[in-house]
C-alpha cells in the first residue's frame, strides 16, 4: 500500500491510497492508513497516465535515418531496414520506447508492429501496459496473405496465455497494402476472438485517391465499411482524409480515431483533422504519437498541444478544442477504446499516474494545471509516474535507463 | 578562461577557449592553456545561444489570465490588467522569464514591454542580453501622444548610459495602436540615433483590412513604407498577413521579419507564414516566442520545432525549411538583426552558448544533434549555458530560481 499524501488534484489537496495496483481510496481529509508506505507529496499535482493510442513503438531507433519525405517514399525507404530488423533489435527499440513514455506520463500503448511478443515483454518489463498486435501488410501477395494467416493464429494462441498486464490485439495496416481477402479474414478473426483492430485510416490525400480508383470511389472508410470492417472494436488511426459521409460512417460505428497531428505536420500529410465533426458523429476520438520515425518522438504532451493549437489555427478560432476535452483524447477516451479501466483519478481504477512538479515558473499563473502543463511547461516536470501501483518513474530516472541505451547502440550499430 | 574540452561541435569533438567573454580559441586538437578553469564536456554538444527576437517577457506572469481568445479580444483584456503593472512587477516578471529563456539556451532576447529599464535591470542581473524599448502606444490620443515623445527622450537620455551588456531600442506597437504623428516621430527618431525599430505588422487579417480600410487601401506594410518606415533597422514580428507586394516590399527593405508561430497558432491569427518568399526577396527572417500570456511559453525549441512543422505542412512538403535554416532563422539571423556578434560558435564572437546533454535517448539516431534536439528533445537536454563568457545555468540550475518564483506570487498576488 502506498499513500500519496498531500497531493494536489483537480487543482486541490487530496490524499490518495493506492493497494494491489489501483486506487483503493480517495479522500480531501487527511487519513491515516496503518502499513501504508507514507509517499509526501507536497508541490506535485497528479494526473492520470496518458493513453498512448497509436505507435509503433520499436521505430524510435529509426528515427533521424530519412528525414522531410512524404509518406510514401518515407515508407517505402523505412520497409527496406524494416526487413533487417529482427526480435532482439526490437526489444531494446521498444525499451527506448518506454523510456520516452514514462518520461512523459505514458503508462498505457496501442503499438502496431513487428515481433509483437518481444515489444510486449520489453514494455512489460518497463512497467507499463503494451496492447500489442498481429500486422497483416501483404503487399496483395496471396502466398505471403496466407502465411501471415497462419502466423497469426500461431500469435493469437501464444497470446491465450498473456495476463492482463498486456492485451492482444489484430492490426490491418492499411486499405493498400493488405489484400481484400486478409482485411475480412482479419477482421472475421478479430470479432471472434474478440480482439481490437487496429488501422490505419484516410493518413493521406493519396491513399483517398488511389483507393477511389481502385474500388469503384469508394474512400478508404467506405471500403472498410463495405467489407464489414469498422466498429467500436476498431481504433483507427489517422482520420485525416475523410469526407462527410466517412465522418457520418465512423461517427455511427463509433470508431475510435486516433489524431496523430505531428507526424502529420512533419509528413506534410496535413492538418484539417475533423476533430468537432467526429466527435459530434459519435466517433471517440484518442491521441497518438505515431512512430518517433515520422513524428518526431514519444512525448504525448507535444502531440497533445498542438493538437489543440492546430484545430484553433485551421478554424481561425482560438476557442477551439478546450483543454479539457484534450485531456480526455489522451486518458479517458483511449482507455475506453482498449477497455481497460484507466486514464481517470477514481476509486477503483488502476493506478496509472503521473506526478507533476507545480513548484516551477509554469505553474505561476492561475491557469488550472492541465493548461499549464499542456501550454507552459513541457514533460520535464512529470517528476514522477506509477502504472498498475509500481512505480516506474522516481525524480525523472528510470531503472536501467543506462543499460537500455548502451544495449540500443548496440542494436543500432548491427542494421 | 574557461576551456571547454571533449565537446562535440558540429557533430565532431573539439576543444573551445573562453576568454574575456569571447570565444578565444577552437581547436579541433587537444590544447593546454595555463590558468584556464578546465570543464570536461564529454557527453556534450555545443551550440549558440538562441536569439529571441520577439518578446514580452514579463508577460510571463499573465500567463493563464485569458485563454481562448483571439488577439483583439485578449488584447482588450490584458489592457486592463496591464494598467495596473508596476516595475517592481515588471522586475520579477522579467526574472521569469529569463529563468524560462536561459532554461531553453537563449542568451539575448529583443524585448517589448512597459517599465523597461526594470526589464533591462532584471535580464542583467540574470547575466542574459536583453535588447529593451520604448513603446508607442498613443491609441490615436494626441496628449498621450505627446506625452510619449517626452517619455521616449527622457528614457533615450538615460539610455546614454547604458553598456554593451544590453542595447536600447524603439517601439512603434502597431499601425492600429500609434498615430501617424508619432510611427514618424519615432521612427525619424530612431534612425537620427541608430536606434532598432521594433513593430508590430500584419499579424491578423482584421488587422490588415482595418489597416486598408483607413489608409487608401494601404495593407500596413505599404502604409509603414509609404511613411518611410521601413529598412534593414526594423524589426517586424509576426509578418502573417502579407501581399505579394507587402512581401516583395520587405524584402527589399531588407527588413528582420520574425516569425512567431505558436502564438499565431494559439490565438488563432494564422499559419501560412511566408517563409520562402521573404527569405527569396531578401528579408532577414527570424525567430520569436511572442510573450509567453499568449504563445504559452518562452522555449524558442518549441516555436522553431513547429516553424518547421507548419512551413512542412501548409504547403504540404515534408522537405520544406531544413533544420539549418531553422537554426539560422533562431541564432545568426536574430545577432545579425541586433548587430551584436551571438548566435555562432566562432572565434571573435561571444561566448553566447549552450551545453546539451547528448547522452540520452533523442540522440541515439544518427541524425544531427540540431535535428535532434529540435525535433526529439525538449529543453530538458540543455544542461549549460554560458552568457558574454559567464554560466547562467549549470545542471539545469539556476541561481536565485526559487527566490524569484517567490517574489513572482508575490507581486501576481497584489494585482
Known sequence: MILLRNITLHDKPAHILVDGGRIAKISREHIDVP?????????????????????HAAMVLLRGIH?????????????????????????????????????????????????????????????????????????HNPDLAARQREACERLYQRSLDWGEESQFAISIHSVYTVSEENILWASRFAREHSLKLHLHLGETELEDKDCRKAHGGLSPTAYFDSLGVLGPDVIAAHCLWLSDDDVR???????????NINSNLKLASGYRFKYNELRDAGANVCIGTDGAASSNNMDILDHM??????????????????????????????????????????EGAWADLS?????????????????????????????????????????????????????ARKVLSQI
Chains 1, 2 share one sequence.
Open 35 to 55: 502499513g501504508a508506505e507514507i509517499v509526501d507529496c507536497s508541490g506535485k499535482a497528479v494526473i492520470p497516465g496518458f493513453v498512448n493510442m497509436h505507435t
Open 67 to 139: 528525414e522531410d519525405l512524404s509518406l510514401y517514399d518515407w515508407l517505402n525507404n523505412i520497409w527496406k531496414i524494416e526487413a533487417n530488423l529482427d526480435g532482439e533489435f526490437i526489444y531494446w527499440a521498444t525499451k527506448v520506447a518506454c523510456l520516452e513514455m514514462i518520461r512523459c506520463g505514458t503508462t498505457t500503448f496501442n503499438d502496431q508492429y513487428w515481433y509483437s511478443p518481444h515489444a510486449r515483454k520489453a514494455a512489460i518489463e518497463m512497467g507499463i501496459r503494451p496492447v500489442v498486435s498481429f500486422i497483416f501488410l501483404d503487399s
Open 305 to 346: 498541444k498542438n493538437a489543440a493549437f492546430l484545430q484553433k489555427a485551421w478554424r481561425g478560432d482560438p476557442a477551439q478544442m478546450p483543454i479539457n476535452e484534450l485531456i480526455d483524447c489522451a486518458t479517458v477516451h483511449g482507455a475506453r477504446a482498449l477497455g481497460i479501466d484507466t486514464g481517470v483519478i477514481r
Open 355 to 407: 506526478l507533476i512538479d507545480i513548484t516551477g515558473t509554469a505553474f505561476l499563473s492561475p491557469g488550472s494545471t492541465a493548461a499549464n502543463l499542456i501550454y507552459a511547461a513541457n514533460s520535464e516536470v512529470i517528476s514522477d509516474v506509477m502504472a498498475q501501483g509500481k512505480w516506474v518513474m522516481r525524480g525523472r530516472k528510470i531503472p536501467a535507463e543506462a543499460e537500455i541505451i548502451e544495449s
Open 249 to 259: 460512417i465512423l461517427g455511427e460505428r463509433k470508431v475510435n480515431c486516433v489524431h
